[in-house]
């Protein structure tokens, strides 16, 4: 499996368990909790891209990129 390939895996994953939280979260608590579902789905998707992203461009290089981690 690539990068590319498990991001979207995860992205796909992370979004449909998101929607089902907020669905529940809008019916349990209002829009302001599935608001903050959405926002915390949001944010996770970012980071793990950003994750990815530093993995990619660290995986196999040498010198300061690979001092970052």
């Known amino acids: 499996m690539t990068p590319n390939e498990l991001m979207w895996r995860v992205a796909r994953d ?14 349990l608590g209002g829009p302001g909790s599935a608001h903050g579902i959405a926002t915390g789905v949001a944010l996770a998707l970012g980071n793990f891209g950003v994750l990815v992203a530093r ?15």
Not at 14 to 27: I, Q, R
């Open 14 to 27: 992370v979004c449909l368990l998101g929607a089902v939280l907020a669905l529940a979260g809008a019916w």
């Open 55 to 69: 993995v990619c461009a660290t995986n196999g290089t040498a010198g300061p990129a690979r001092a970052l981690w």
